[in-house]
């Protein structure tokens, strides 16, 4: 069964950074391209950061743009999100995703797969 598997996340100070980490399981990135949203309480599920599996390119949403990276490691099938100088509205809920278009978009039905969320609490 295809699945996604999170980690990395938890409490951290204003300006700290934290790594998440989002793991296949059951399916290959080769043939999917990754995606990061998040969603806040009483919120939208947003659109943060899309990977393309073709050419490496990325896309980010203008408020992480600078701060959080998205990387790939193709040997572990794993996804990750690197983000520094973490700000309270940087609190939410992330989740991978992953579709077999070439790349992600900003729609949360474009995607085939979820993962079951990791929170981050940004807070001192």
């Known amino acids: 069964q295809a699945q996604l598997i999170e980690s990395g996340g938890g409490l951290v100070q204003p300006g700290g950074s934290l790594r998440l980490s989002c793991v296949a399981s059951?399916?290959?990135?080769?043939?999917?391209?990754a995606s990061w949203f998040r969603q806040a309480p009483g919120k939208e599920r947003e659109f943060v950061v899309a990977?393309?599996?073709?050419?490496?390119?990325?896309y980010y949403v203008e408020s992480v743009k600078g701060r959080f990276t998205i990387s790939m490691n193709n040997a572990k099938d794993t996804v990750y999100l690197q983000m520094n100088s973490l700000k309270p509205e940087d609190t939410a809920v992330y989740y991978c995703?992953?579709?077999?278009?070439?790349?992600?978009?900003?729609?949360?039905?474009?995607?085939?797969?979820w993962g079951q969320g990791t929170q981050v609490t940004v807070s001192s």
């Open positions: 990977l393309s599996r073709t050419d490496g390119l990325t």
């Open positions: 995703a992953a579709t077999r278009r070439p790349v992600g978009g900003v729609l949360a039905h474009e995607y085939d797969l």
């Open positions: 059951g399916f290959t990135f080769n043939s999917y391209a």
